[in-house]
C-alpha cells in the first residue's frame, strides 16, 4: 500500500510585538562611542493580525544586517535623547575598552601558550 505524504505546517494569524527600551550597554563588540543595549523590561502591544503587520511593515523592513548597525553618533544621539550623562557614556566606553583590552590580552596568551599546551597533553597520555 502506497502512503500518503502528510504535509507538516505551521501557520501564524496574529503577531503580538514587545517594545524594549535602548539603553547605556556594555557591548564589546562597539569600537567607538557608547555601547546601546536592549533594557529588560518591555512594553506589549496588542495583538496585530499577522497580514495586516507585513502590509504596514513592508517600508519600514531592514533587509541588510548594515541597516540595523548605528554610528557612533546615532548612538550619542540616542543617548542624548534617553537623558543619559557624557561622564556615564564615557564611563560605558573605558569599560568596553578595558573588556576589549583583556581579550585581545587573552588571545595572545592563547598564541603563545599553544604548542606548550600540546607538547603538555601529548605527554599526559604518555
Not at 567607538?32 to 507585513?54: A, F, I, K, N, Q
Amino acid at each position: 500500500k502506497r502512503q500518503q505524504k502528510k504535509s507538516k505546517r505551521v501557520t501564524f494569524s496574529t503577531v503580538q510585538i514587545r517594545r524594549y527600551p535602548m539603553i547605556l550597554g556594555d557591548n564589546p563588540f562597539c569600537s567607538s562611542g557608547p555601547p546601546v543595549s536592549l533594557g529588560w523590561e518591555y512594553d506589549v502591544m496588542p495583538e496585530t493580525d499577522l497580514l495586516r503587520y507585513d502590509r504596514l511593515r513592508k517600508d519600514e523592513r531592514r533587509t541588510n544586517i548594515k541597516q540595523l548597525i548605528l554610528s557612533a553618533i546615532q548612538r550619542n544621539e540616542l543617548m542624548d535623547r534617553l537623558g543619559v550623562s557624557l561622564e556615564d557614556r564615557r564611563l560605558a566606553e573605558r569599560e568596553v575598552h578595558k573588556i576589549q583590552r583583556h581579550r585581545a590580552m587573552e588571545g595572545i596568551w592563547k598564541d603563545v601558550t599553544a604548542p606548550f599546551e600540546t607538547v603538555f597533553d601529548s605527554a599526559r597520555r604518555m
